[in-house]
């Protein structure tokens, strides 16, 4: 199986900073199929991102993904209060798909 | 829009079987989309457990293969999960999920909020 890993495990930054997120496969994901989400506590994970670099609907501008093979990222170009979360991207390439363990972003 | 809402016994006996339902609001389970499970153990990351489309096929992960079972009722608008021989490595926050059925849609596009299970005796 393919194997995600994030980094970094924690992120704190003030309001308004640019913030990147990476997810790095252990081999490469087949046609780039790869999706983000935000998981805020008490909430259902959202999807933000899917097929690497396409914004799911509803999405802020300010979230956008790119990458291809096995390095993937996540940027928000200016950070928000409400960005506060968890971050997960998963790779739907291969079974089994599977997510990386996350990136908690925190607002310094 | 679509809502998803997990419901089932918090607490399960180690041995015993793991059940839990996924009530779908907003959205046919005939659709083109397939149903799916996840969880989320302590400590660790995400795991997808298990899909199925409305006509019965069904994805597994090989990993939890020999004691998932998944299905669907489309007539109550749910469907289902069974995990059976529960451990304490089966302590989670299980999320039910609506996925896509073609290769570029297989991603989670709603969610459940999700919904703990402890196994303890």
């Known amino acids: 199986e393919v194997a995600l890993t994030q980094s970094p495990g924690t992120l704190s930054l003030s309001p308004g900073e640019r913030v990147t997120l990476s997810c790095r496969a252990s081999?490469?994901?087949?046609?780039?199929?790869l999706a983000w989400y935000q998981h805020k506590p008490d909430q259902a994970p959202r999807l933000l991102i899917y097929?690497?670099?396409s914004r799911a609907s509803g999405i802020p501008g300010r979230f956008s993904g790119s990458g291809s093979g096995t390095d993937f990222t996540l940027t928000i170009s200016r950070l928000e209060p409400e960005d506060v979360a968890v971050y997960y991207c998963?790779?739907?390439?291969?079974?089994?798909?599977?997510f990386g363990q996350g990136t908690k972003v925190e607002i310094k | 829009q679509v809502q998803l809402q997990e419901s089932g016994p918090g607490l399960v006996r180690p041995s015993e079987t793991l059940s839990l339902t996924c009530i779908v609001s907003?959205?046919?389970?005939?659709?083109?989309?397939?149903w799916g499970w996840i969880r989320r153990s302590p400590g660790k990351a995400l795991e997808w457990m298990a899909s199925?489309?409305?006509?019965?096929?069904?994805y597994y992960n090989p990993s939890l293969e020999s004691r998932v079972t998944v299905s669907v009722d489309t007539s109550i608008h749910q469907f289902s999960l069974r995990l059976t021989s529960v451990t304490a490595a089966d302590t989670a926050v299980y999320f039910c999920?609506?996925?896509?059925?073609?290769?570029?849609?297989?991603?989670?596009?709603?969610w459940g909020r999700g919904t703990l299970v402890t196994v303890s005796s």
């Open positions: 999920a609506r996925g896509g059925v073609t290769g570029p849609t297989r991603y989670f596009d709603s």
């Open positions: 907003g959205s046919s389970l005939r659709g083109g989309y397939y």
């Open positions: 199925i489309y409305h006509g019965g096929n069904t």
């Open positions: 081999r490469g994901v087949g046609s780039n199929y």
């Open positions: 097929g690497a670099s």
């Open positions: 998963q790779q739907y390439g291969s079974s089994p798909w599977t």
